[in-house]
């Protein structure tokens, strides 16, 4: 048989068409069995969190006296007054004198300066001294924060920065919540991949983050963890990252 120029080109064109043809076919039968290959190892990775409110059940409360008088006896004397004063506050307020703890004295002589330079004239003698409250009724320590102007009333030079609140039951809570925030990890590792005609498989791998403790309904959050002492109501939220096997 005897082809013109033309046939050769048409025929030449359709064996061309038909090896692009088997070549793609064999391409798409290859990539979707590599897709079930993957599929069968597939491994979805999620987070699960979970959060409780709580009352804080310590407090230390850290107040801070401070004096200055042309001398330095007349100062540490009046520390002292200073210091017996605040004492019969807290005591008449409902505090134990056992939970109330009187740190030394501290003093330092204030210098006068001219231009930038010490003239070497002693100015006055300062007198510091900390005290510290330690008890489990938090409510009253709140309340003789909030009312320790009555003092200040009287001349007593008190440094008030409010009281620390804490958790003792953190630890425990940790643990109950990282079982809950596990257990939320399953069911969205579950709803994911069910979405899409899938199983989860068992648990590959699991990573705790930081415990965040926060006042209530606060969005504070710390990459190294948060806990907030300035308040008695907290919440305290924990979160983790797990891996399933999917199938």
Same mark, same amino acid.
């Given at each position: 048989?005897?082809?013109?120029?033309?046939?050769?080109?048409?025929?030449?064109?359709?064996? #061309?068409?038909?090896?692009?043809?088997?070549?793609?076919?064999?391409?798409?039968? +290859?990539?979707? !069995?590599? !897709?079930?290959?993957?599929?069968?190892?597939?491994?979805?990775?999620?987070?699960? =969190?979970?959060?409780?409110?709580?009352?804080? %059940?310590?407090?230390?409360?850290? #107040?801070?006296?401070?004096?200055?008088?042309?001398?330095?006896?007349?100062?540490?004397?009046?520390?002292?007054?200073?210091?017996?004063?605040?004492?019969? +506050? #807290?005591?008449?307020?409902?505090?134990?004198?056992?939970?109330?703890?009187?740190?030394?004295?501290?003093?330092?002589?204030?210098?006068? +300066?001219?231009? !930038?330079?010490?003239?070497?004239?002693?100015?006055?003698?300062?007198?510091?001294?900390?005290? =510290?409250?330690?008890?489990? %009724?938090?409510?009253?320590?709140? @309340?003789?924060?909030? /009312?320790? !102007?009555?003092?200040?009333?009287?001349?007593?030079?008190?440094?008030? +920065?409010?009281?620390?609140?804490?958790?003792?039951?953190?630890?425990?809570?940790?643990?109950?919540?990282?079982?809950?925030?596990?257990?939320?990890? @399953?069911?969205?590792?579950?709803?994911?991949?069910?979405?899409?005609?899938?199983?989860?498989?068992?648990? #590959?791998?699991?990573?705790?983050?930081?415990?965040?403790? =926060?006042?209530? /309904?606060?969005?504070?959050?710390?990459?190294?963890?948060?806990?907030?002492?300035?308040?008695?109501?907290?919440?305290?939220?924990?979160?983790?990252?797990?891996?399933?096997?999917?199938?």
């Amino acid at each position: 048989m005897k082809f013109e120029a033309s046939d050769r080109i048409k025929f030449a064109s359709a064996v #061309l068409a038909a090896a692009i043809l088997s070549s793609g076919l064999t391409l798409g039968l +290859y990539k979707v !069995g590599g !897709g079930l290959a993957a599929r069968a190892g597939n491994a979805i990775t999620v987070t699960g =969190t979970a959060s409780e409110d709580a009352k804080a %059940d310590n407090a230390v409360w850290s #107040l801070n006296l401070n004096e200055s008088q042309s001398t330095l006896a007349t100062s540490v004397k009046k520390i002292d007054a200073s210091a017996d004063a605040l004492k019969k +506050y #807290l005591l008449n307020g409902g505090v134990s004198a056992d939970q109330i703890e009187l740190g030394p004295i501290n003093s330092n002589a204030v210098m006068e +300066y001219s231009n !930038g330079n010490p003239t070497g004239r002693i100015l006055a003698y300062q007198a510091y001294r900390t005290v =510290t409250v330690r008890t489990k %009724d938090v409510e009253l320590v709140s @309340k003789l924060s909030n /009312d320790i !102007g009555t003092l200040l009333a009287t001349g007593v030079n008190v440094g008030n +920065y409010g009281p620390a609140y804490y958790l003792s039951t953190l630890d425990q809570m940790r643990a109950k919540l990282l079982a809950a925030a596990m257990q939320d990890a @399953k069911e969205r590792a579950k709803a994911i991949t069910e979405a899409v005609g899938g199983q989860v498989g068992p648990l #590959l791998s699991v990573s705790t983050g930081p415990t965040q403790v =926060t006042t209530r /309904d606060s969005l504070d959050r710390s990459a190294g963890g948060f806990y907030d002492v300035s308040t008695i109501d907290k919440t305290v939220n924990v979160t983790l990252s797990a891996s399933f096997k999917t199938s």
